[in-house]
């Protein structure tokens, strides 16, 4: 599996890039291989301002739907639309194509609340 030591992460499978006060997330690789193959990424909050931990939106594989947590308090200002036609993308490149959200980040010092790669894999006992 693999864990970029440039992202972040929550303990909730997020994965986050952050580029100034915007953040993209998408869900992890560990998270991704434990779903199987997902079918379907519902994200129906574009415009909302949410605080951190609180769902953003769904992820459907074929055995189950789980609920996406917000990494960061801030405004989800894009979804990744690609990923309509193509849900498949979150299991072939959960880091690059397969992003899932961008927000604006209302609150920087939430930053400190997320895991680097070495505290996640610890996480997830990888």
Do not use: C
């Amino acid at each position: 599996m693999n864990f970029p030591s440039d992202l972040k992460y929550t303990k909730e499978h997020i994965w986050v890039r952050i580029e100034g006060d915007i953040a993209t997330a998408g869900i992890t690789d560990f998270a991704q291989h434990q779903l199987g193959d997902i079918v379907y990424v519902e994200v129906e909050t574009i415009g909302d301002t949410l605080n951190e931990d609180e769902i953003f939106g769904s992820i459907e594989a074929v055995k189950t739907v789980s609920d996406l947590f917000m990494p960061l308090t801030g405004e989800v200002i894009a979804f990744n639309e690609p990923l309509n036609q193509k849900p498949e993308k979150v299991n072939t490149d959960p880091y690059g194509k397969g992003w899932i959200i961008q927000l604006k980040i209302s609150d920087i010092t939430q930053l400190d609340n997320l895991l680097s790669a070495e505290a996640y894999k610890t996480l997830i006992n990888a």
